[in-house]
């Protein structure tokens, strides 16, 4: 079957691991355990006629200790820039890290996420900033499951038509 | 069993697979398999030495002087959906190994290393945020309370001096009871509406002491002088002591100590019908440190003779909004605020507040404070500070020229009532813009300026006629700004914007006429200029006056314009019919206005101008 490996990156607390864990055994924890270097789980899905196993790379949150390890984005097809809206601190994070991904990787399917939907109310993330960007935006709530799956397939889909261009050159 | 076995079990057993880099890409598991290394291709097994091997195989080609090459730690769900944690590290020697370890210990170790940094980090963001939120409403409230304050004073400002000016008119012994219970109750509720504002402030953080020279026996005086017309009005005694001990002058704010002192006395009047009141200041015996040379820690006690404070309410009554019964509010009045200002300035004094009492025979307020001695010339600084005594200031006797700027008719009308007694000349504009345009026009003695008002506020225009004088090289006008606003801000905001003393509404007539009479200067002033005229003349000289006023709009007109030929011609005119009339200045100014519009001396054609300006504004035929 099809693999496709996915990095979760971003400000560390953000709801990387969550986001996963939601999408992957649909279950959500309160308690914040933070990542140590990387936690890798894989998912089958089916988009459209095709199936595919997502590897789920979820990278430990960078800060001022540990910089995001860029080798580990090798061979990934895609990720996903993950923010926490009530932290405006991760936005910033997140639009840093992706200038550092695409200096190294070259241009890469990507996502941003603006997580913790259901404390929407606290966001310091505003939604005008965001859109500056023109990035593919998703909003989630891990702790909720809202937005959570929509958000991986569509990335999902996105490295599979990628994947068709490739593989279909223009005659 | 070979020993190879063994030594792979025994490395299993401990959390290790070892294998032999016997090509690139190709691995050799030495030893039994460990029970929790997953079956496959090793990339299968562990998919994250996807990214390891390319770095391995760098190291192994190119080692250096290193032996081995970690990797990160990785996480991955095993067999029954356990998380299991590794790293890996390349070893480069002889041989070359791949050491893949099942690490708990070490993990763990590590996590709890960051996880501890980075719950600190979320939780100084937090704190971060709430402290920010607390400020933003801290402030959110205090531009609150700042705007009441300024809607409440704004009318009260009228209220008040309207009853102060009919305080003065004829009155039936009814009416002035009236009046009188007015002007109390008008005063009760400034003092509510200061309490509140003083008491946001010091909740706020917002109060700072100043640190001037000031004499302390003159504090307190002042205090009992304010304090004991209530308490002698109710038959009580007022006494103070100042041990002789301590220094006489100090440095600190005496203006804050004033109103603790006015705050305690006012309770102590409050709560006593019979005996006495009684302030004592001496050395701190608490602080036997203080050498009441550069430093002194000095102990006030305010005792009375009143119904005193139960046992159990002495430690609470300076806490807001606590009297010691609330029934007390009701029958004493207050906001309860006091004490608790209280409490914070002398805190911010460096030092403590307590009660002690027996109920029935009265209590006390101590407290300390901390102040430094002032130096001889210091203290000679705070008695030059000491406002002359008067009774009641009085304007003199000057035809002022007063330009009026206030948006609100009603404060207009107050202002105009408390002159209403002197000779002068109050020019009323309702904003900012024309106020302007007049102060162009016209030199005016003082200005009395509001500071919020439409079109043009009294800040924008202070500082462009501020900008008007320098470019025409006029001495600076008085500029009184009259606002509603009471926090010390506002002040700051007048003085920076230039004017040059900031008055708070309400405005109270005395205090509106020391003003006057401090900052306009005496030789700006004419006083008014009585002229006989000769019996025949009086009915003509009205006009030949007026007409002269109307040459003064046209003179600056033209010095505007640059016609000094009208200049000219209107100094000669004047310069030949003043005398005649009986206005020998007129001839005067008449003539240096025409002699300085011939030499195209433009200063001189203004101060010439003004000259005339002033004269006629004065004059008074008799």
């Not at chain 2, 937090?126 to 705007?147: C, D, G, N, P, V």
């Not at chain 2, 109050?426 to 003082?446: H, M, P, R, S």
């Not at chain 2, 801000?489 to 020391?514: F, M, N, V, W, Y």
Request: charged residues 25%.
């Amino acid at each position: 079957m099809l693999k496709k490996k996915i990095c979760m990156v971003g400000e560390f607390g953000v709801g990387k691991t969550s986001l996963v864990r939601r999408f992957v055994d649909s279950i959500f924890s309160e308690r914040y355990l933070t990542t140590v270097g990387v936690k890798i789980d894989r998912k089958d899905v089916t988009v459209g006629s095709a199936s595919v196993t997502l590897m789920l790379w979820d990278l430990a949150g960078e800060d001022e200790l540990t910089p995001l390890n860029l080798s580990h984005l090798r061979g990934a097809s895609g990720y996903i820039l993950v923010v926490d809206g009530c932290r405006a601190s991760s936005l910033k994070k997140a639009v840093e890290l992706q200038q550092r991904i695409a200096e190294r990787l070259g241009p890469l399917p990507f996502v941003l996420v603006l997580n913790k939907a259901d404390l929407r109310d606290l966001w310091e993330v505003k939604d005008t900033v965001v859109s500056e960007y023109g990035w593919p935006t998703f909003e989630t709530s891990a702790k909720a499951g809202s937005g959570v799956e929509e958000m991986f397939l569509a990335l999902a889909a996105s490295l599979l038509s990628v994947n068709a261009a490739a593989e279909d050159p223009i005659e | 069993m070979n020993a190879a076995y063994n030594q792979g079990f025994l490395l299993g057993a401990l959390g290790y697979a070892v294998f032999e880099r016997t090509g690139e890409g190709s691995f050799q598991l030495l030893g039994q398999s460990p029970d929790w290394l997953p079956a496959g291709s090793l990339t299968e097994a562990f998919p994250f030495l996807d990214v390891f091997l390319p770095d391995a195989e760098d190291f192994w080609k190119n080692p250096g002087n290193r032996s081995a090459q970690p990797s990160d730690f990785w996480t991955q769900t095993g067999a029954g959906g356990i998380e299991l944690h590794f790293s890996a590290t390349a070893l480069s020697g002889k041989r070359r190994f791949l050491v893949v370890e099942c690490v708990e210990q070490r993990f763990q170790q590590a996590q709890s290393f960051l996880q501890y940094a980075h719950d600190a980090s979320l939780a100084r963001d937090k704190i971060a945020k709430l402290s920010l939120e607390l400020e933003r409403a801290t402030q959110a409230k205090s531009e609150f309370l700042a705007r009441m304050s300024h809607e409440i004073r704004t009318p009260m400002n009228a209220l008040l001096g309207m009853a102060e000016l009919l305080w003065e008119t004829e009155l039936s012994g009814e009416q002035r009871e009236y009046v009188r219970v007015c002007r109390a109750t008008g005063d009760n509720l400034l003092n509510i509406v200061n309490d509140i504002l003083d008491f946001s402030k010091v909740e706020a953080g917002q109060i700072e002491l100043e640190k001037i020279a000031f004499n302390l026996a003159d504090i307190v005086k002042e205090a009992l002088d304010i304090a004991g017309v209530r308490a002698r009005a109710k038959g009580l005694a007022v006494n103070s002591r100042i041990e002789p001990a301590v220094p006489a002058y100090l440095v600190g704010d005496p203006g804050r100590l004033r109103q603790i002192l006015l705050n305690l006395l006012g309770n102590a009047t409050k709560f006593t019908d019979r005996g006495e009141l009684s302030v004592l200041v001496e050395p701190d015996p608490g602080q036997p440190g203080s050498d009441l040379k550069s430093d002194a820690a000095l102990h006030f006690a305010v005792s009375d003779t009143g119904v005193g404070i139960p046992a159990d309410r002495l430690s609470t009554i300076f806490d807001s909004f606590s009297q010691a019964d609330a029934s007390i509010t009701r029958k004493f009045g207050g906001t309860g605020l006091g004490l608790s200002i209280s409490k914070r300035l002398v805190e911010l004094m460096g030092g403590t507040i307590w009660a002690e009492s027996v109920p029935g025979s009265g209590s006390s307020i101590h407290f300390t404070a901390r102040f430094s001695v002032a130096e001889a010339a210091r203290a000679a600084e705070a008695d030059v500070r000491k406002p002359l005594e008067k009774a009641h200031p009085l304007l003199r006797p000057q035809a002022l020229r007063i330009l009026l700027a206030d948006d609100a008719q009603e404060n207009r009308f107050l202002v105009r009532g408390y002159l209403k007694d002197s000779a002068c000349i109050i020019d009323e504009v309702e904003n900012g813009a024309l106020a302007l345009e007049k102060f162009k026009q016209q030199v005016y003695d003082v200005v009395l300026i509001d500071g919020e008002m439409p079109v043009l506020d009294g800040y924008s225009a202070t500082r462009a006629m501020r900008a008007f004088e320098q470019e025409h090289a006029q001495a600076p006008t008085p500029i009184l700004a009259l606002t509603a606003h009471a926090l010390r801000e506002a002040r700051d905001r007048s003085l920076e914007a230039g004017c040059t003393d900031h008055l708070t509404k309400p405005i109270r007539k005395a205090t509106l006429i020391d003003a006057i009479d401090r900052f306009v200067p005496i030789s700006r002033a004419v006083d008014r200029i009585q002229v006989s005229v000769e019996s025949w003349l009086k009915p003509v000289v009205g006009g030949y006056l007026e007409n002269r006023r109307g040459d003064v709009a046209k003179l600056r007109a033209a010095l505007n314009g640059g016609d000094y030929a009208m200049i000219r011609t209107l100094g000669h005119q004047m310069a030949g019919t003043g005398g005649a009339y009986g206005f020998e200045p007129i001839t005067e100014i008449g003539s240096t206005i025409e002699e300085s519009a011939l030499a195209g001396d433009t200063d001189r054609m203004r101060t010439s101008i003004e000259d005339l300006d002033r004269y006629l504004s004065s004059v008074r035929v008799e």
